[in-house]
C-alpha cells in the first residue's frame, strides 16, 4: 500500500521560507518521478514542481528561482524548500508519485502566507 505523507506547512510572512517534507512509503522509491502540488482556495490542483528518478527537476513559472525540489533516496522522502514566499503560494501542498498507472496522494500540508 503507497502512503504518502506531507508535513512541514505552517504560517509564514511575505518573504519567509519553508521546507516541506513528503515520507514516501509502499513504493519503489527510488524509481519514480516525485511530484508536488498546490491547490489555493476555490481554485484547482496544479503542478509546482518536479523531480525525475535521475534528479532533473522542473518548475511551473511561478516559483522557478524561489522554490526547490530534492529527494533522498535512502530515506524515501521528498523535499520542497520554499523562499521568497508570496501571499499566491497560500494554499495545500500534496506530494505525488505514480505507480502502476495510478497516481498516489498525500493528505497535503497547508501553508498561509501572510502579507
Known amino acids: 500500500q503507497v502512503q504518502l505523507v506531507e508535513s512541514g506547512g505552517g504560517l509564514v510572512q511575505a518573504g519567509g521560507s519553508l521546507r516541506l517534507s513528503c515520507a514516501a512509503s509502499?513504493?519503489?522509491?527510488?524509481?519514480?518521478?516525485l511530484h508536488w502540488y498546490r491547490q489555493a482556495p476555490g481554485e484547482q490542483r496544479g503542478l509546482v514542481a518536479t523531480?525525475?528518478?535521475?534528479?532533473?527537476?522542473n518548475y511551473t513559472d511561478s516559483v522557478k528561482g524561489r522554490f526547490t525540489i530534492s529527494r533522498d533516496n535512502v530515506w524515501n522522502r521528498v523535499y520542497l524548500r520554499m523562499e521568497n514566499l508570496k501571499p499566491e503560494d497560500t494554499g495545500v501542498y500534496y506530494c505525488?508519485?505514480?505507480?502502476?498507472?495510478?497516481?498516489?496522494w498525500g493528505q497535503g500540508t497547508q501553508v498561509t502566507v501572510s502579507s
Open positions: 505525488s508519485a505514480r505507480r502502476a498507472g495510478v497516481d498516489f
Open positions: 523531480i525525475t528518478a535521475a534528479g532533473s527537476t
Open positions: 509502499g513504493i519503489n522509491f527510488k524509481i519514480h518521478p
